[in-house]
C-alpha cells in the first residue's frame, strides 16, 4: 500500500461526496459555538470560573491575557477544550485564586472578549470535561440542489463519520509533518503543550485512516465479532464476543457506537479479527504507530459515528442556510457539514491558508 502522506488522502464518505456547495465563516457570527459543561459550579471554593465570549483570538491567547490580568502563572488557568478563532464562541476558564480577595471582580478589559459569569467551584477545569458543543453555522454562496441538501442534513441523525476535522492536522497537514519530524529525532525541543499537540495529530490521522477504511469496506459499519462498543454520551467501553440482535438494534438507536482505535501501547480492547483490520488500514503508517508507543500513550478508542443532538436548519435566503445542532466533545462540527457540502472556507483564504476547509 502506498503510504498516505505522498498524496492527499481524502477520507472516505458516508453518504457519498457531495456536489452541493457553499462557503463558511464569510463573518466570524456565522460560526457561532457555545461550550456545555455539563455541570453548575457550586459558588465556592479556590478556583473563579469565567465564562468568556470570544471572537477572532484563540483559546491559548485568551489564558495568557486572564493570567496576565490576573497576575497569576499560565499554568493557573485552566480550560476544557480549545475553541476556534475565526468564530463567536463561548467557553468557560477557570483560575486558581485561593480565597475571597478582590481579584475576583478584576475588571477585565481585553478587546473581543466578553465575560459572561463569574463563579467559584472547588474543582479547576480539567481538559475534556465538557460534556457538549452547541453550533449554530450560517453557510452562504450555496450552490446544489436543495432537495439533497435537506435529504443529506435529514440522514445525519442517522450518524456522520466522527473523522478528526482538518484543523486537527494543520494548514496544508503542517502539523502532521511537524510529528514525523518529531517522531524521526529531527524536533529536539519541543514546549510540552506543542508536544502534546503532535501526539494527538498522529492519534487523529491513525484513527482517520481506520474509520475511512471501514467505511470504504463496508458503507455504514456493520457490528463485527471483536468489536468494541461503546456507550453513547460516556467513554464506557466492552468488547463483543458474539454479535446478537439486542446489540445490534442498540447501534441502530444510538444507544451504542462501534469504535476504532486512538493509538498507543497496553493492551488493545479488540479481538482479533477486528486488531488485524484495524493494523491493516492503518499500515502505511509504521512510524507514527511506534512513535505513539514510545512516547508513552496508552491504547484508547473512539466512536466511529457520531450523532447531532437538535439538528434543525433554515433557509435565509436561496443560497443562505443556517444549521444547528449539539456535538460531544472531541466531535467536529466539520465532519458533520462535509457529507452535506464541499466547503470554502473563507477566514482560512483570507489568512493565506488552503480554503478547503471540509472538502
Known amino acids: 500500500m502506498q503510504s498516505q502522506h505522498h498524496h492527499v488522502f481524502e477520507p472516505v464518505y458516508l453518504y457519498g461526496k457531495p456536489r452541493n456547495q457553499g462557503v463558511i465563516r464569510q463573518f466570524p457570527a456565522d460560526f457561532i459555538v457555545s461550550e456545555h459543561l455539563g455541570f453548575d459550579p457550586s459558588g465556592e471554593g479556590e478556583h473563579l470560573y469565567l465564562q468568556v465570549q470570544k471572537q477572532g483570538e484563540n483559546t491559548q491567547w485568551v489564558a495568557r491575557q486572564l493570567a496576565s490580568v490576573f497576575g497569576i502563572r499560565l499554568r493557573e488557568v485552566s480550560f476544557s477544550g480549545l475553541k476556534d478563532r475565526h468564530a463567536l464562541t463561548t467557553q468557560w476558564f477557570s483560575l486558581h485564586l485561593p480565597g475571597k480577595t478582590d481579584r475576583d471582580h478584576q475588571v477585565i478589559d481585553l478587546p473581543n472578549i466578553t465575560v459572561l459569569q463569574r463563579v467559584r467551584h472547588h474543582k479547576k477545569l480539567r481538559r475534556g470535561v465538557h460534556k457538549a458543543n452547541a453550533f449554530e453555522i450560517r453557510i452562504r454562496s450555496v450552490a446544489g440542489d436543495r432537495a439533497d441538501i435537506e435529504h443529506r442534513l435529514a440522514s445525519l441523525q442517522k450518524g456522520f ?39 494527538s495529530t498522529a492519534r487523529a490521522w491513525l484513527f482517520n485512516l481506520a474509520l475511512s477504511g471501514r467505511l470504504s469496506e463496508e458503507g455504514r459499519p456493520g457490528l463485527r465479532e471483536g468489536d468494541v462498543l461503546q456507550l453513547a454520551g460516556t467513554g464506557s467501553v466492552f468488547c463483543v464476543t458474539e454479535p446478537d440482535s439486542e446489540l445490534v438494534q442498540r447501534l441502530e438507536t444510538g444507544d451504542l457506537f462501534i469504535t476504532g482505535p486512538l493509538w498507543g501501547r497496553g493492551p488493545v480492547m479488540t479481538g482479533a479479527s477486528i486488531t ?47 444549521i444547528g445542532f449539539s456535538l460531544g466533545r472531541g466531535v467536529y462540527a466539520t465532519s458533520l457539514l462535509r457529507e452535506v457540502f464541499y466547503l470554502m472556507d473563507a477566514m482560512v483564504r483570507e489568512n493565506g491558508g488552503t480554503n478547503e476547509l471540509v472538502g
Open 161 to 199: 463519520p466522527n473523522y478528526f476535522g482538518p484543523q486537527r492536522f494543520g494548514t496544508a497537514n503542517q502539523n502532521l509533518e511537524k510529528v514525523r519530524q518529531l517522531f524521526a529525532g529531527q524536533l529536539k525541543k519541543v514546549r510540552r503543550e506543542t508536544r502534546s499537540l503532535y501526539l
Open 276 to 322: 488485524v483490520l484495524e493494523q491493516g488500514f492503518t499500515a502505511a503508517e509504521p512510524d507514527l504507530k511506534a512513535g505513539l508507543e514510545a512516547a508513552g500513550l496508552t491504547s484508547d478508542r473512539r466512536a466511529l459515528l457520531s450523532r447531532p443532538h437538535q439538528l434543525s436548519w433554515a433557509w435565509e435566503n436561496e443560497t443562505t442556510v443556517r
